[in-house]
């Protein structure tokens, strides 16, 4: 689990910090984590829907924040949970670009245990910073 929850953070809100040998890794543990405040057990998602999500910001964070709102638009507007399975990033002279591979099904209370409704990713404290390691991530998800 390339993630962990902060306690005495924020006081109505969820923080976690996610990291990752890459940027991809990282990204990957980012949704898992903005997931799994949603639902007990990130295992019950079924592969019954994919979505190809093609992503662009001038910055690594700010790519980071789309990508995890974007996950959160699909719970609201198409009931889906989705995980992320293939992420690439591409640094340009512009910005950063993303394309990923989402998968998952609709919400379903006799499969998915579920927890509390993510309402949005907020930009206080968000963060995107490389380590010895690779890159990690600091995020306060509004609930």
Same mark, same amino acid.
């Given at each position: +689990? ?5 306690e005495?953070?924020?006081? &109505?809100? !969820?923080a /976690?910090? &996610?990291?990752?040998? =890459?940027?991809e890794? +990282? /990204?990957?543990?980012?949704a898992?984590?903005?997931?799994r405040? +949603?639902?007990?057990? %990130?295992?019950a998602? !079924? ?6 999500l093609?992503?662009?910001a001038?910055?690594v964070? %700010?790519?980071?924040?789309q ?8 719970? #609201?507007?198409?009931?889906l949970?989705?995980? &992320?399975? #293939?992420? =690439?990033m ?11 591979? !989402?998968?998952?099904?609709?919400? #379903?209370?006799? =499969?998915?245990?579920? %927890?509390v409704?993510?309402?949005?990713v ?16 600091? !995020?306060? %998800? #509004?609930?």
């Open positions: +689990m390339p993630y962990r929850y902060l005495d953070i924020a006081i &109505a809100d !969820v /976690f910090e &996610a990291w990752g040998a =890459s940027l890794e +990282m /990204f990957v543990a980012a898992d984590a903005t997931i405040v +949603m639902v007990e057990d %990130l295992e998602i !079924v592969r019954r829907q994919a979505r190809v093609r992503l662009e001038e910055a964070d %700010l790519l980071l924040f990508f995890l709102q974007e996950l959160i638009f699909y719970k #609201d507007a198409e009931q949970l989705l995980r &992320a399975d #293939d992420v =690439s591409e640094e340009r002279a512009d910005g950063w670009m993303l394309t990923a591979t !989402v998968y998952g099904e609709e919400i #379903d209370p006799t =499969s998915h245990e579920l %927890l409704d993510v309402k949005a907020t930009l206080h404290r968000f963060q995107v910073e490389p380590f010895e390691g690779g890159w990690k991530a600091f !995020v306060i %998800l #509004d609930i």
